[in-house]
């Protein structure tokens, strides 16, 4: 253990892999031995840039990442590429595209790129994903890009583990920018309009300046300065427009840094991941705990038949959970 955490501090990446297979496995005496590895690489204290991206299938973020990443690499700069996936099936897709699609990045000795576990239930990629970045940030990765493709709960879940989050959007006519969900809107830090480029630009261009009305009439966020979010024209294929995106991510997180929104936001969600971890324990009790399960059953048909009042069934329930000790 203390072999695998000095060399994943030395950067080695087959050792992150490792770790990262570590931290996704289903066995309790992994689960122990990814617990003590990532509380000994924690005093480590290094810290990367958390960049959350999402969008709907084929908007082109696997070709984005590509790009963009080869483009970070350049500047000397090491890239972490991780995935939330929360349905197995898609993910099997995923990975054949982006063998294909993030080729060049894949072959880059400063850029690390792991597919989405082939998980069905959110909240255990959640937890992996988290981990994942820890395990990077020790590796001393500069930046770590998650991506998640624009379905369900999984934006708000990516937006929760990252300092950055981006939308990445198609070039669109005024009737589909209705369709965007409100609430992912307000998640996002930057929208990145992609495909703009050859017959595509002129709808793109039109489509970042519609983007860039409707941020404008949101409610002004505390995190952000004058400017922000912001829409900007990019091109994958072509790589246009990805230095002036990085330079205006970088400027965000600067100034987040200086006005103590960076940590504060650091902060809030660890708390608001170690309030989760507690919740899901106690409900994995629940589910797993063969003793609590029965009593569970009893006090339930001793309910159903009006023998106990609801309330207090669930109130012995809730004392049995806080006596039975941990797992
Ligand atoms: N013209 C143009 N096409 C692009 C651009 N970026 C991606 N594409 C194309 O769009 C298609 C989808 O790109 P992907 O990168 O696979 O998209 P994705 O968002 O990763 O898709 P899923 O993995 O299915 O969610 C491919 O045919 C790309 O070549 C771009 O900047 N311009
Ligand atoms: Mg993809």
Known sequence: MTDLAD??????????????????????????????????????????????????????????IESFGMMLTAQGLRVAVLAVDPSSARSGGSILGDKTRMERLSRDPNAFIRPSPSQAH??????????????????????????????????????????????LMAPAGGDELQGVKRGIMEMADMILVNKADGDLKPA?????????????????????????????????????????????????????????????????????????????????????DPAIRGRMGDLGAAVAAGEVAPAAAATEMLRLLGAAGPE
Request: some cysteine.
């Open 7 to 64: 060399k994943i501090l030395a950067g080695d990446r087959r050792s992150l892999a490792r770790g990262i297979t570590m931290v996704e496995s289903a066995r309790a005496d992994h689960r122990a031995q990814a617990t003590a590895l990532l509380d000994r690489l924690a005093g480590a204290g290094r810290q990367a840039l958390r960049i959350g991206l999402s969008g709907t299938p084929g908007v082109g973020k696997s070709t984005f």
């Open 122 to 167: 959110l909240g255990g990629v959640a937890r992996r994903t988290r981990e994942a970045v820890a395990l990077c940030e020790a590796a001393s990765f500069d930046v770590v890009l998650i991506e998640t493709v624009g379905v369900g709960q999984s934006e708000t879940l990516v937006a929760e583990m990252t300092d950055l989050f981006i939308l």
């Open 204 to 288: 793109a261009m039109r489509t970042v300046a519609d983007y860039a009305g409707a941020l404008r009439l949101l409610r002004k966020r505390a995190q952000d300065p004058e400017g922000f979010p912001k829409a900007l024209p990019v091109s994958a294929l072509e790589e246009q427009g990805l230095i002036k995106a990085w330079d205006e991510m970088k400027m965000l997180a600067d100034w987040r840094r200086e006005h103590g929104h960076f940590t504060s936001r650091r902060a809030a969600q660890a708390r608001h991941w170690f309030e989760t971890e507690v919740r899901e324990g106690l409900l994995a009790r629940l589910h797993n």
